[in-house]
């Protein structure tokens, strides 16, 4: 019987190896037949030595063929899946296989710093796709969590253009200022990691149209009605909404994120105003500015307090009134006395 690749088995190589090493020392006289009378001791000793040497040929021959067999017994290791090889943007989440049905967008690595900026679950969003097979493309393309694409594109896709709509215009195009940025709020160095560095919000300027008209968020030009609707909307998806009139850093755009606060706590404050109340604000802001420094903190004193000038020419003496039923005897005693009172 053959063994690995046509070599015998162990055990068979090596019982010929000591059958034959003993014909050959019977063949010269070592062996007890033939033993030479003047090496007797010397022949049993060199006997000894080769049946040990041929047994440890033999078992190293064993152990060989039997690692041999073995290694070709086990199998190898089934090949690694694909879409785990690489980085991880194969994994494709829930949130990116809803996303996947209205939006165009590439799947990106997690964000692990620098510093505290981290973000999973990240995607590049390209477009949306509307009902009617349109693309609304942001530009540039924007960076940010799952989640929150998702919710930016329901926002495009189920308010903004039909909002947009309805007055007989198409949307093709949203404009944006910022997306993923590592940066403390407000660019304020000692502040908390603004929701930028978490990919978890978004700063849109304006809306572009199919005709290619432009239309700004915080532009007091723009329709009112039409912002005032883009404005209910968003304070509805978002849980922060920052505009003009929230503070000097949100004057150009409109920022949306998706913070979790305690109880879940929303923040809208994005006034949409028109030409008139935004010069009105101006006026008011600069003559604000206009006034001394510290001026304004200065309580000014309380009015003084209206004084009843009827009652306040009435004489300041003490008047005493006696009714008429405690005058008697007694009282006219000392009567002289009370007059020098008056």
């Known amino acids: 019987m053959m063994g690995v690749r046509g070599v015998r ?10 059958e034959s090493d003993s014909a050959d020392l019977a063949a010269k006289g070592f062996l007890a037949n033939g033993t030479s009378r003047r090496s007797s001791a010397f022949s049993f000793l060199s006997l000894a ?17 039997t690692t041999a067999t073995a290694a070709e017994l086990i199998p190898l ?13 194969a994994t494709v989440s829930p949130c990116q296989s809803r996303l996947a049905e209205i939006a165009a967008f590439k799947p990106l ?19 949306v796709l509307l009902p009617d097979k349109h693309r609304v493309v942001f530009s540039p393309t924007a960076t940010l969590r799952c989640p929150m694409a998702e919710t930016v594109t329901h926002w495009v896709r189920e308010d903004v253009a039909p909002t947009i709509g309805d007055l007989g215009k198409s949307l093709r195009d949203v404009e944006i200022l910022d997306s993923f940025d590592c940066r403390r709020r407000n ?11 978490h990919a978890n919000a978004l700063d849109v300027r304006a809306f572009k149209l199919a005709n290619g008209a432009a239309m700004e968020l915080t532009d007091p030009g723009a329709a009112k009605s039409l912002r005032e609707k883009l404005r209910q909307s968003a304070c509805a998806r ?3 909404v920052l505009g003009n009139g929230a503070d000097a850093y949100h004057d150009s755009h409109v920022h949306l994120d998706l913070i979790e606060r305690s109880n879940h706590y929303r923040i809208c404050q994005w006034d949409v105003l028109d030409v008139a109340e935004t010069a009105a604000l101006a006026a008011k802001k600069a003559a604000a500015a ?5 001026a304004s903190d200065i309580p000014l004193p309380r009015p003084r307090p209206v004084i009843n000038t009827a009652s306040s020419d009435r004489p300041r003496h003490r008047s005493v009134r006696l009714r008429e039923g405690m005058r008697g005897p007694i009282f006219s005693l000392f009567a002289p006395f009370l007059r020098g009172m008056h």
Do not use: N
């Open 49 to 65: 030595i080769w049946r040990i040497y041929v047994k440890l040929v033999g078992a190293m021959v064993f152990l060989l063929g």
């Open 77 to 89: 290791p089934r090949a690694r899946p694909l879409d785990i090889l690489g980085d991880q943007s």
């Open 238 to 240: 978002f849980s922060t």
């Open 290 to 294: 206009s006034m001394p420094a510290g």
């Open 187 to 197: 660019g304020i160095a000692d502040a908390k990691i603004s929701e930028h560095g």
């Open 9 to 18: 088995p162990p055990k068979a190589f090596a019982r010929s190896l000591v």
């Open 109 to 127: 690595l997690p964000i692990t710093g620098p510093g505290d900026c981290t973000a999973t679950d990240v995607v590049a969003l390209e477009a």
